[in-house]
């Protein structure tokens, strides 16, 4: 499972990624673009997007151990 982390406290996806929406919107980002970023976040590949989420205050710690379904 991942862990998410709001300003160094961990907080549910749930609030996670409403932060993280918020955020978004109060940014110009286009919402598409969002959430594409906010579902790379939690992928291993996606350093860039936990970048990104990150602006917001929002850490993703990414279980690499777990195995990922279409």
């Known amino acids: 499972m991942d862990t998410y982390f709001f300003q160094d406290r961990p ?3 749930a609030d996670a990624s409403t932060a993280w929406f918020d955020y978004a919107a109060n940014s110009s ?5 969002a959430i594409s970023i906010w579902e790379d976040a939690s992928t291993p590949e996606g350093e860039e997007s ?3 989420v990150a602006k917001a205050g929002i850490r993703v710690v990414v279980d690499r151990g777990r195995t990922r379904t279409a």
């Open 11 to 13: 907080i549910s996806e």
């Open 29 to 33: 980002i286009d919402w598409s673009r």
């Open 50 to 52: 936990r970048q990104a």
